[in-house]
């Protein structure tokens, strides 16, 4: 997602995936966003959307920037 929030697809290199979680080693930089839920639904270019428990918890959209 970039910063006014269209998604992009982004290519990835996976490491270890253990229950409900997979590490990326490669091809994320510190401040990137990016979509968790719902990808199949995502085109490139496609407007998103911060999920309503961000907005609602009074963060900023800074500060969910976490690779």
């Known amino acids: ?8 697809h982004v290519p990835v290199e ?8 997979v590490e990326v080693t490669a091809g994320l930089a510190p401040g ?3 979509v968790s839920a719902g990808t199949h639904k995502v085109a490139d270019g496609a407007p998103v959307r911060l999920a309503e428990s961000v907005i609602a918890a009074g963060a900023s959209p800074d500060a969910e920037r976490t690779p």
């Open 1 to 8: 997602m970039d910063d006014e929030s269209f998604a992009h």
């Open 14 to 21: 996976l490491g270890i995936r253990r229950e409900g979680r």
């Open 32 to 34: 990137d966003r990016i």
